[in-house]
């Protein structure tokens, strides 16, 4: 794969190499949620046309506020899984709010979602 050439205004004048940056603001998304949602999940990046995305099928934590532990032990079993995907600013708000509606449904089972800014891709 060949990277586009970077122009002048493009190089790192302490390094002298060539930086890349994306010209569209994008979002990185992580939800954090119980296993039993993995299929509602990816039903809903489905729909928002989030296609891309990197899932951690065992995750552990607890809620700040409420809802169980999941450890996955013998006193905590349940467990959780995590996946980050990176979208475009627009597809944020939708995406939150179909989460927001399938935690809405299984409050008790624990469904989290965080945003940050994606400063560059390569």
């Known amino acids: 794969m060949t990277l586009p050439r970077a122009s002048h205004d ?9 930086t890349y ?6 979002k990185a998304i992580m939800i954090s949620f119980d296993q039993a ?10 729909r928002s046309n989030a296609r891309g995305f990197t899932m951690m099928e065992q995750t552990q934590g607890r809620g700040s506020k409420s809802g169980e532990p999941h450890y996955g032990s013998h006193a905590w ?10 979208v475009e600013d627009q597809q944020v708000d939708p995406i939150l709010k179909r989460l927001h509606e ?6 008790m089972l624990g ?5 940050w800014n994606v400063e ?3």
């Open 21 to 26: 940056s994306n010209k569209k603001t994008m």
């Open 111 to 115: 469904l989290r979602a965080f945003v």
């Open 77 to 86: 079993p349940s467990m959780c899984s995590t996946v980050i995907t990176i």
């Open 37 to 46: 949602h993995y299929e509602n999940v990816l039903a809903v990046l489905d």
């Open 102 to 107: 399938l935690d809405l449904d299984s409050q």
């Open 10 to 18: 493009q190089i790192n004048s302490e390094t002298r190499t060539p």
């Open 120 to 122: 560059q891709t390569i």
